[in-house]
Nanobody, 125 residues
């Protein structure tokens, strides 16, 4: 059983920064494909960023590329999402997810086996 616990969300003004954390237990994050997704009210859950099991390659949605950075700390078994230059359209609940089998389809929410409870990010204009 894998547990993922997100933290770090909050209210921030446009142009500001936040860092989300996803603390994992039950499996090493270095042995999973890890990702962040988000869901805004009335919208479907969308891919934000992913980091691969092997080599730690990173992938981003076009809407966040250049502003967000996904990383992991193997010693702390934690994955992070550094979010800079935040915009009101980044407002959403952010979820951490783990793909134990590493399908390679990093932007497909359906391949992730475990999800965190989510953390709210609100960006004011």
């Amino acid at each position: 059983q894998v547990q993922l616990v997100e933290s770090g969300g909050g209210l921030v003004q446009g142009g500001g920064s936040l860092r989300l954390s996803c603390a994992a237990s039950g499996r090493a994050v270095s042995n999973c494909g890890m990702a962040w997704f988000r869901q805004a009210p009335g919208k479907e859950r969308e891919f934000v960023a992913a980091i691969t099991r092997s080599f730690g390659r990173t992938y981003y949605a076009d809407s966040v590329k250049g502003r967000f950075t996904i990383s992991r700390d193997n010693a702390k078994n934690t994955v992070y999402l550094q979010m800079n230059t935040l915009k009101p359209e980044d407002t959403a609940v952010y979820y951490c997810a783990a793909d134990l089998n590493y399908s390679g389809r990093y932007s497909d929410a359906g391949v992730y086996d475990y999800w965190g409870q989510g953390t709210q990010v609100t960006v004011s204009s």
